[in-house]
């Protein structure tokens, strides 16, 4: 597994929960290269962008997420994270870590978020 991704479950809306994902097989400098970010996806719908940050430190989020989600990266640790404040049971998702490098696209095996009203 080229993406190794954690941190999912059920929680209650209102509650957070954070991911995190590694990369494996690849060295420090680059994965400090690397765009990384997560995705969802839905039974029936397609994977949506959610979060991501670029290698240069430039983050952006759906418009849906803004204010609740954040992206951040331990570039020593060659990890990177999605903390999931206030949620939602629209957020109910299998979550995918992404990674994108020199072109080339890189996908964990996801893990799932259930949100409970």
């Known amino acids: 597994v080229q993406l190794q991704a954690s941190g999912g479950g059920t929680v209650q809306a209102g509650g957070s929960l954070r991911l995190a994902c590694t990369p494996s097989?690849?060295?420090?400098?680059?994965?400090?290269?690397?765009?990384m970010g997560w995705y969802r996806q839905t039974p029936g719908n397609q994977r949506e962008l959610v979060a991501w940050?670029?290698?240069?430190?430039?983050?952006n989020y759906t418009d849906s997420v803004k204010g609740r989600f954040v992206i951040s990266r331990d570039n020593a640790k060659k990890k990177v994270y999605l903390q999931m404040n206030n949620l939602k049971p629209e957020d109910t998702a299998v979550y995918y870590c992404?990674?994108?490098?020199?072109?080339?696209?890189?996908w964990g095996q996801g893990t799932l978020v259930t949100v409970s009203s």
């Open positions: 992404h990674r994108r490098n020199k072109g080339r696209d890189y």
């Open positions: 097989r690849i060295i420090l400098s680059v994965f400090w290269e690397s765009d």
């Open positions: 940050s670029t290698g240069g430190g430039f983050v």
